[in-house]
T-cell receptor
Framework: ETGVTQSPTHLIKTRGQQVTLRCSSQ?????VSWYQQALGQGPQFIFQ???????GRGNFPPRFSGLQFPNYSSELNVNALELDDSALYLC?????????????FGSGTQLSVL | AQRVTQPEKLLSVFKGAPVELKCNYS??????LFWYVQYSRQRLQLLLR??SRESIKGFTADLNKGETSFHLKKPFAQEEDSAMYYC??????????FGQGTTLQVKP
């Protein structure tokens, strides 16, 4: 059984650019959540997708958007990058639906915005 | 607003000493509480859930609704317990709210 995989592991962008981060959920997991983790902080909920529909969103502006595909892989898109978007982005999948009974995290994508 | 507070950024104890990692939350309803752990060079993983009332790796946590706390305890710390610990809550909306984390350092 493979775990949650994220790509790329590291990314450097400049302010104003757009970025797409990818996540491959663990086999059989139909729910994926994305979190932003700034340095020295706990992960902050961005949004969750369940069966390809957005199922909850945190306090992030619309320039943060996502997709979940039929094979349950997922993308996080961020437009008009700002310096404060520099953070570790974590993807987490769950086999138990949106109830968050147990999340399986990826290793994250470290995004640096210059 | 719902919030999880972990008052200690760093907790340093000697091997064999008792450990208590503090977690307080603010939420008026009945949340579900979790402890997640991240060992060095590993990914974040679930340690335990309050609803399952189980002990994992010798750790236990009791939900105190009166004090709105969910402290993580272990009677005798081991060096392999050194890690970053996050307390988190959810209220079944798909959103997990994390605290800022506490680094536990167990010295030999």
């Amino acid at each position: 059984e493979t775990g949650v995989t994220q790509s790329p592991t590291h990314l450097i962008k400049t302010r104003g650019q757009q970025v797409t981060l990818r996540c491959s959920s663990q086999s059989g997991h139909n729910t994926v959540s994305w979190y932003q983790q700034a340095l020295g902080q706990g992960p902050q909920f961005i949004f969750q997708y369940y069966r390809e529909e957005e199922n909850g969103r945190g306090n992030f502006p619309p320039r943060f958007s996502g997709l979940q595909f039929p094979n349950y892989s997922s993308e996080l898109n961020v437009n008009a990058l700002e310096l404060d978007d520099s953070a570790l982005y974590l993807c987490a999948s769950s086999p138990t639906g949106p109830s968050n009974e147990k999340l399986f995290f990826g290793s994250g994508t470290q995004l640096s915005v210059l | 607003a719902q919030r999880v507070t972990q008052p200690e950024k760093l907790l340093s104890v000697f091997k064999g000493a008792p450990v208590e990692l503090k977690c307080n939350y603010s939420y008026s309803g009945s949340p579900e509480l979790f402890w997640y752990v991240q060992y060095s060079r590993q990914r974040l993983q679930l340690l335990l859930r309050h609803i399952s009332r189980e002990s994992i790796k010798g750790f236990t946590a009791d939900l105190n609704k009166g004090e709105t706390s969910f402290h993580l305890k272990k009677p005798f710390a081991q060096e392999e317990d050194s890690a970053m610990y996050y307390c988190a809550l959810t209220f079944n909306t798909g959103k997990l709210i994390f605290g800022q984390g506490t680094t536990l350092q167990v010295k030999p």
